[in-house]
């Protein structure tokens, strides 16, 4: 399983209730898991992006599955994937 990662803008022509904003999470997360994939946490934040969500999925494939599950609730989404610093300093020592 790869970890993952999205920036997120919230498409304002798309979602114009706020409230309605935060109650999505439960369904993604739910959409998710139905994509054999894991909603680890969500955060807001200040400055060019609304969001951060991270998660897990099986492959890039799953990771594109669950990107496009969560742009079809109006979230416009920069998805990357991430490792862990304590493995990425395995992967360098072995450069």
Known sequence: MGMYMSLVKV?????QNVQK??????DIQNEIQNHDGELFD???ILGEYD???LFEAQDRYHAFQIALIIERRGLDMQTMEIIPSDQFGRLVEDI
């Open 42 to 44: 969500s955060y807001a």
């Open 11 to 15: 498409n304002e022509a798309r979602i």
């Open 51 to 53: 969001f951060l969500v």
């Open 21 to 26: 904003l935060a109650t999505i999470w439960g």
